[in-house]
């Protein structure tokens, strides 16, 4: 499997961050070509050395490596990294990698 995380930080308006993501951004992500699995967190973002900066984590799942590059370079998959800069403002990191059961 082949994973993307997106990894928000704290927006200055949560409400209005919220409300973009799963209602826009979302749905447009969720038409990504090979998208086997789409995860958010639920509640607040933790850190084991005290308060965390990020507001909301994604995990995209996918067969295979190339499977999400063929995504990400997909129309779905190039609009919904367009869309980034409509709610993002205060960052986001995009994480790729391949994972295993072990």
């Known amino acids: 499997m082949a994973k993307l995380l997106a990894i928000y930080k704290k927006p200055a308006n949560v409400a209005a961050f919220d409300r973009y993501y799963f209602s826009t951004h979302l749905p447009l992500a969720k038409k990504i070509s090979g998208l086997r699995r789409y995860e958010v967190n639920a509640g607040e973002v933790g850190s084991a050395l005290g308060e965390s900066p990020y507001h909301l984590v994604a995990t995209l799942t996918f067969d295979s490596m190339d499977a999400l590059q063929r995504a ?19 960052g986001v990191e995009l994480l790729i990698f391949e994972s295993k059961d072990v």
């Open 72 to 90: 990400l370079a997909s129309p779905e998959g190039q609009q919904a990294a367009g869309d980034l800069a409509n709610f993002a403002q205060a």
